[in-house]
């Protein structure tokens, strides 16, 4: 299998500027999750989803941040308008559901800059 | 809400010895916990996975305990090498619905 593949692997971008990101989760995975890296606040969860529905969006920032996941073989994360303070490293990643499969797959992250 | 915590220092070891970084959490008992590795500009790996009514769970070189009662997992590196030196991570359960949640990672450098 390839594995977790997210594109862009770079983004840089200017302030207000509309970003998508896009995630493809390993065949047979169901619950995917987006999750958001930098050195000040380490990998925070934003959002996860169990069969292509929504289970937590608590970790969101703002608004300005919306995730789909229209079938079981993909997934973005926008941010409309950027900032900022949205440079980050995002990554996908994608797991099989249950006590016994907890392990995360995780994909090579897309580095966001906006400038 | 639900803080894990890990050794908030870089961690310096000599080759040869066994690493040892720790995780505690509160708020919150975990169904299970996980260790993860992550080299510079890549996403983190899984490595073990312990459950909540397991004490230890060994792996090669790596060992990794759980302490509920503290709230506490310690993970071990035995016969570090070089190639060890990355960060790792351990994440837990927030939720029966598989909600996975990071400490801040401990960076680990081994040096020959």
């Known amino acids: 299998d390839a594995g977790v593949i997210q594109s862009p692997r770079h983004e840089v971008t200017e302030m207000g500027q509309e970003v998508t990101l896009r995630c493809k989760p390993i065949?047979?995975?169901?619950?995917l999750f987006w999750y958001r890296q930098t050195m000040m606040r380490g990998l925070e969860l934003l959002i996860y989803f169990n069969n292509n529905v929504p289970i937590d969006d608590s970790g969101m920032p703002e608004d300005r941040f919306s995730a789909k996941m229209p079938n079981a073989s993909f997934s973005t994360l926008k941010i409309q308008p950027s900032e900022p303070r949205d440079s980050a490293v995002y990554f996908c990643a994608s797991s099989l559901p249950g006590l016994a499969y907890g392990e995360l797959f995780f994909g090579e992250g897309s580095r966001l800059t906006v400038l | 809400s639900q803080k894990i915590e890990q050794n908030s220092e870089a961690l310096n070891i000599q080759e040869g010895k066994t690493a040892t970084l720790t995780c505690n959490y509160t708020n919150y008992s975990p169904a299970y916990l996980q260790w993860y590795r992550q080299d510079p500009g890549r996403g983190p790996v899984f490595l073990l996975l312990?459950?909540?009514?397991?004490k230890e769970k060994r792996k090669e070189r790596l060992k990794v305990t759980f302490d509920t009662t503290l709230k506490q997992s310690l993970f071990h590196i035995t016969a570090s090498q070089p190639a060890d030196s990355a960060t790792y991570l351990c994440?837990?359960?927030?939720?029966?619905?598989?909600?996975?949640?990071f400490g801040s990672g401990t960076r680990l450098s081994i040096r020959p």
């Open positions: 994440a837990l359960d927030y939720s029966s619905a598989s909600k996975i949640i």
């Open positions: 312990i459950r909540e009514n397991e």
């Open positions: 065949s047979g995975h169901n619950s």
